[in-house]
């Protein structure tokens, strides 16, 4: 599943961000910024309409991405987790 298919609120894990060319700079920043596997991470809100950007927390930290962005975060939903306040 993609960050951009998270229901709002739910926590998931990165498992990977996707490289869409060789030393990818946005693939690399997101990782630098902490999209790394096994981190938790969830979807705080959306914008309306074309819901672009995603508030998306890491750890203690929220980020504005951009749909294309997200994109290219793959997460798995954990398991029993539900809803993360």
Same mark, same amino acid.
């Given at each position: 599943?993609?960050?951009?298919?998270?229901?709002?609120?739910?926590?998931?894990?990165?498992?990977?961000?996707?490289?869409?060319?060789? @030393?990818?700079?946005?693939?690399?920043?997101? @990782?630098?910024?902490?999209?790394?596997?096994?981190?938790?991470?969830?979807?705080?809100?959306? %914008?309306?309409?074309? %819901?672009?950007?995603?508030?998306?927390?890491?750890?203690?930290? @929220?980020?504005?991405? @951009?749909?294309?962005?997200?994109?290219?975060?793959?997460?798995?939903?954990?398991?029993?987790?539900?809803?993360?306040?």
């Amino acid at each position: 599943m993609r960050l951009t298919d998270l229901p709002k609120n739910a926590t998931a894990c990165v498992e990977h961000v996707e490289d869409v060319s060789a @030393r990818d700079p946005i693939a690399q920043r997101l @990782r630098d910024l902490g999209f790394v596997a096994g981190e938790p991470v969830r979807v705080v809100a959306r %914008a309306p309409w074309g %819901a672009d950007p995603l508030l998306v927390q890491i750890g203690s930290t @929220r980020f504005a991405l @951009r749909r294309a962005e997200a994109q290219r975060v793959s997460v798995s939903l954990n398991a029993g987790a539900g809803a993360a306040a």
